[in-house]
């Protein structure tokens, strides 16, 4: 196996896209794995006391390549079935190789 040099840190593959099928409502998204610096930068929003809901939020903007969500499209999205949303977050994190669901209730509250 060859020793990874400098060079080739430019040239190495980015994080992992997955189409995730969304069968109760015939469509897909294209989700994406974190780099290590989105996922400092997130790090850093709980650090600064982002509660567990807009961290879900942040997390979907970020790993959530198409549609492109805002804000207010969550908001939407939140009105929608919980258990399908929730396996949103699951894909995300099993793409990010962590696993496991990510519902809000799993996240401490920041004081």
Not at 31 to 53: R, V
Not at 61 to 87: A, H
């Amino acid at each position: 196996m060859k020793r990874l040099s400098v060079d080739d840190i430019k040239t190495l593959p980015d994080v992992p896209e997955k189409e995730l099928e969304i069968p109760e409502w015939k469509v897909s998204i294209l989700i994406k794995g974190m780099t290590k610096s989105m996922q400092i930068e997130l790090g850093k929003l709980l650090d600064d006391g982002l509660d567990a809901f807009e961290y879900q939020k942040k997390l979907l903007m970020t790993c959530v390549v198409e549609p492109k969500l805002t804000e207010k499209d969550i908001d939407e999205l939140y009105q929608k079935d919980s258990s399908i949303v929730d396996n949103i977050f699951v894909a995300i994190n099993e793409i990010n190789g962590l696993g496991g669901s990510a519902s809000a209730d799993e996240f401490p509250e920041q004081s």
